[in-house]
Every structure is written in structure tokens, then in C-alpha cells.
């Protein structure tokens, strides 16, 4: 059970604002990965906050006991995938899928893959809000009771408020299609990114994710999580890691030459 996540710079433009192009690689990734979807691609185009280079499109499929997300942003030629299952993912298998269909610089960008089999408890952050494009924090909580759908709905929905975030949807929360719904999945964007919760019914563990594109005090989820019971791994990973470089020393055109896809897809 691992975590990938990717901060992918010098994308092409065009690509990363056409709603049916993301809507189609959102489609075909979880089949790429061998990983059943329980819903099907839920597409928030954002172009209307106070940051005219924040503007972009958000997107999230529900996976069984995990979700994939993407966050594009056309003005700096960047975007933050994340992808995460109740099944181990093929690093390697997403990095050249998107090399061919979304293509990046790699010279600039960043893979971070987390076992989250592991119990980590790290809260000495190597974020750096001066410099990194924002914290993403991964926590399990043994979970003291059985956790309904309404109880992550309602947690998700008073989260968004209780850091400090803005909410751009009401939360999703849907159960897995395996026998005997194994997953309660819950997920809900914000224009920060996005925010989740899966509840392992088997083994009695939630596992949480908070991605955020802005600084926020990231230390105090550790008592919130405490009302689903105790937390048992946490660490913060920092997202685009000396990202305000890589977009002001980006004057070189880092877009790869992405007719061909264009064209592909165009004649499909």
C-alpha cells in the first residue's frame, strides 16, 4: 500500500486547461494501474480565485480505499498528481504513462512514493513556506468506533473551516464496490487542493490526507484526527519542493512538443 505523489513541472499549457483531454487521462490511469475506480472522474475547473496564476483545473476519481487526484495549473505549466490505493501502485507504470499523455520536464519535477504500511511519526516538517509549494500531510488513526459515511461527511465538511481553508465542493463520500464494501471513501476539494478520508472497516484504521497549496498549521490536525481515535502515523511531506525557484527561474519554454497527443485525440 503505497502513496505516490507528483510534482510535475514544464506541462504543456493547452493540455492542462482542456477539461475532456484531464477527463480522459483521469479515466485511463486507474486501468493503466490495474486499480478499480468507484466513481467516475469528477472535473472542478477553478478560474475564479484572487491568484490569477492559481487558476486551473482539479479533478478526483474515488479508488477502492483510496483516490487519485490532479491539480493543474496552466499559468506556471505545472501540475500535483496524487494517487493513492488499497493495492500497491506501480510507480514506475504512472511516471511513463504520463510521460507520454501529459508530459512533464523531469529535470525539474519531483515522485515522492510513501509506504503507508509503514508507521511513521515524524512531526519535525521539512516544509519550508518560503519555499515549497505546500505541506501534504499523511496520518493513520485507529479508529475507536465504526465510522459511518455520515461521520466522515460531516468531519470533512467542518475540517475545511477549522484550518483555515476554502471549500470549493461539499464532500463526496461513497462506499467501495468489493464484497461487503470494505472502504468508506470520503474526499472533498478545496482551493488549496483537497482533502480525504478512508475508513478500512476490516482492520478499523482511517487513513487520512490533507494536500494543501498554501501554508496553514498543519500541527493542529493531529488532536483534530483524535475524534475518529488515536493517531498512530503522521508526517508531513512538502509538495513542489523549491517550487517559487523553479517558476521564476522557468523562463526557458520547458513545453514539450505535444501536437502528436493533440492530434491523437483531436482524430479519436
Given at each position: 500500500?503505497?502513496?505516490v505523489?507528483?510534482d510535475c ?5 493547452t ?6 483531454y484531464?477527463?480522459k487521462?483521469m479515466?485511463?490511469i486507474?486501468y ?9 472522474p469528477?472535473?472542478?475547473p477553478?478560474?475564479?480565485g484572487?491568484v490569477?496564476?492559481d ?22 505549466k505545472?501540475?500535483f498528481?496524487?494517487i493513492y ?8 507504470k504512472?511516471?511513463e ?7 512533464y ?5 519531483i515522485?515522492n512514493?510513501r509506504?503507508r504500511?509503514?508507521e511513521?511519526f515524524?512531526?519535525e516538517s521539512k516544509?519550508?513556506?518560503g ?9 493513520e ?17 467542518h ?10 465542493i461539499?464532500?463526496?463520500?461513497l ?9 468508506i ?12 478520508l478512508?475508513?478500512?472497516?476490516v482492520?478499523?484504521v482511517i ?5 494543501s497549496c498554501?501554508s496553514?498549521?498543519?500541527s493542529?490536525?493531529i488532536?483534530i ?5 488515536k ?5 508531513v511531506?512538502?509538495?513542489?519542493t ?7 527561474n522557468n523562463k526557458e ?11 491523437k485525440?483531436i482524430?479519436s
Amino acid at each position: 500500500m503505497n502513496h505516490v505523489m507528483l510534482d510535475c513541472y514544464g506541462a504543456n499549457t493547452t493540455l492542462l486547461e482542456n477539461l475532456k483531454y484531464i477527463n480522459k487521462v483521469m479515466n485511463e490511469i486507474p486501468y493503466v494501474l490495474g486499480i478499480t475506480p468507484v466513481n467516475p472522474p469528477t472535473l472542478i475547473p477553478y478560474y475564479y480565485g484572487k491568484v490569477k496564476e492559481d487558476d486551473g483545473v482539479s479533478a478526483f476519481v474515488i479508488l477502492e480505499g483510496g483516490h487519485l487526484t490532479i491539480h493543474t495549473f496552466p499559468h506556471r505549466k505545472a501540475y500535483f498528481l496524487d494517487i493513492y490505493a488499497a493495492k500497491d501502485i506501480d510507480s514506475d507504470k504512472i511516471v511513463e504513462y504520463l510521460k507520454e499523455n501529459l508530459p512533464y520536464n523531469q529535470d525539474t519535477s519531483i515522485t515522492n512514493d510513501r509506504d503507508r504500511n509503514v508507521e511513521v511519526f515524524d512531526t519535525e516538517s521539512k516544509y519550508h513556506p518560503g519555499d515549497d509549494f505546500g505541506p501534504h500531510v499523511l496520518a493513520e488513526i485507529a479508529a475507536d468506533k465504526d465510522t459511518t459515511m455520515e461521520d466522515i461527511y460531516d468531519f470533512l465538511e467542518h475540517l475545511v473551516s477549522t484550518i483555515g481553508m476554502t471549500p470549493i465542493i461539499r464532500p463526496y463520500v461513497l462506499k467501495s464496490k468489493i464484497k461487503n464494501h470494505r472502504y468508506i471513501s470520503g474526499i472533498t476539494m478545496i482551493a488549496e487542493s483537497h482533502i480525504s478520508l478512508h475508513f478500512d472497516k476490516v482492520n478499523k484504521v482511517i487513513y487520512a490526507d490533507i494536500f494543501s497549496c498554501t501554508s496553514f498549521d498543519f500541527s493542529m490536525v493531529i488532536d483534530i484526527f483524535k475524534a475518529f481515535g488515536k493517531v498512530f502515523s503522521y508526517e508531513v511531506v512538502a509538495r513542489g519542493t523549491k517550487h517559487y525557484s523553479i517558476i521564476a527561474n522557468n523562463k526557458e519554454d520547458f513545453e514539450r512538443v505535444a501536437s502528436d497527443i493533440w492530434k491523437k485525440n483531436i482524430e479519436s
